[in-house]
């Protein structure tokens, strides 16, 4: 998934590592993808974690874009829904990911790929009851095991065809966000099964000309979310929509940056991040209350600048424990526990000089 993938034995000081534990080299463009996108979701959650000390119920409403929400309709058309599905895309990359390696390594891959998921829907329902009832982890891993691993034994080009049915229906019938996971997991295992994660790295011209695609796309579908009242029946559409069209902008941004000089400082900003996305992800949830606790003030009165300032006091304790963590470990906390279950045998944590 993409809270992890096949674990490293070495990384460098930024937390890139070279290869993968079955030797093939990993790829280090979905780290920093991960750790983007981990920083949007963050923006995007903010205000309904803070929500939890102030209402019974979470407030995850979408941000409009209207004259009375100007000052945070930014989160509306570059955050809400913008990141989520790349997060969502990567699972099923992940997931991919590890399948090919413990096939590798294990008589019965897909037990290991059951045990994974039935810990992550302990960790998720644990988080969700204790700290925030918008948990993603709990969703991912019902719909991993619902979806994604019965998905293992179908052909590549069957389960291509079913993540194009599950993303476009939902779009029809006006729904986003939840019920586009099944059809984003499975165009991540795709792809993967495709040998495109692969080549991920390696060309220049598909990013730029599907990242034209996208964007060019992406301009309607924002015009109609903005035109549309949010209580009519194609909003969720259009939102959806556009969620899907920028997010995939945004990844094709990224892999050309990472093709440029940039790539270094994109790599130590965000590969740590993505590197111990769930030891980030839940701690976070953690972070951000207790800022709102000290902030005191409801969260429906923020401003954008007390969002970022929030966001901003999560992620950058995070960049720099996770960046001196990796220094040390060859993975998270969370993430070696985790791999520690799936395994069913205690793997090193500490690096070796």
């Known amino acids: 998934m993409p809270l992890d993938l096949p674990p490293t034995p070495e990384t460098t000081g930024a937390g890139q590592s070279t290869t993968t534990f079955s030797g093939r080299p990993r790829v280090a463009a979905l780290d920093v993808l991960r750790g983007f996108a981990l920083c949007g979701i963050l923006l995007a959650n903010v205000k309904p974690i803070a929500h939890m000390l102030h209402t019974a119920q979470v407030n995850q409403a979408v941000v409009g874009v209207g004259p009375e929400n100007d000052g945070l309709a930014w989160l509306g058309l570059f955050v809400d829904q ?37 810990v992550l829907l302990a960790v998720g329902l644990a988080h969700m009851f204790l700290l925030w009832r918008g948990d993603i982890l709990t969703i991912y891993a019902v719909v991993g095991l ?79 979310q903005i035109e549309t009242r949010m209580d009519a029946p194609h909003f969720n559409t259009w939102f959806g929509l556009a969620g899907l069209l920028i997010a995939g ?91 520690w279950a799936t395994w069913a045998h205690r793997p090193p944590l500490r690096r070796t000089p």
């Open 146 to 224: 619902v979806v994604l691993l019965p998905s293992t034994w179908l052909p590549r080009r069957a389960v291509a065809g079913l993540a194009a049915v599950l993303i476009v229906t939902p779009l029809v019938l006006g729904s986003n966000g939840i019920p586009l996971v099944p059809g984003l997991f499975l165009l991540g295992s795709a792809l993967t099964r495709y040998g495109v994660i692969d080549r991920i790295e390696r060309s220049t011209r598909v990013p730029a000309t599907l990242g034209l695609l996208f964007a060019a796309g992406a301009v309607p579908a924002v015009w109609l």
């Open 249 to 339: 902008a945004y990844v094709c941004a990224l892999l050309l940056l990472l093709r440029t000089p940039l790539r270094p400082v994109l790599q130590k900003v965000f590969a740590p991040l993505g590197r111990m996305a769930l030891t980030n992800y839940l701690s976070a949830t953690l972070l951000v209350l207790v800022t709102a606790r000290l902030i005191g003030s409801a969260p429906d009165g923020w401003s954008s600048a007390t969002v970022l300032l929030i966001a901003g006091a999560v992620l950058v304790p995070q960049l720099l424990v996770s960046t001196l963590w990796l220094r040390r470990y060859r993975q998270g906390p969370l993430e070696w526990l985790w791999r």
């Open 82 to 118: 913008r990141f989520f599905p790349i997060f969502s895309l990567l699972f099923g990359v992940g997931f991919s990911l590890l399948l090919n390696s413990a096939t590798e390594r294990a008589p019965r891959p897909r037990v290991l790929l059951l045990r994974r998921l039935l």
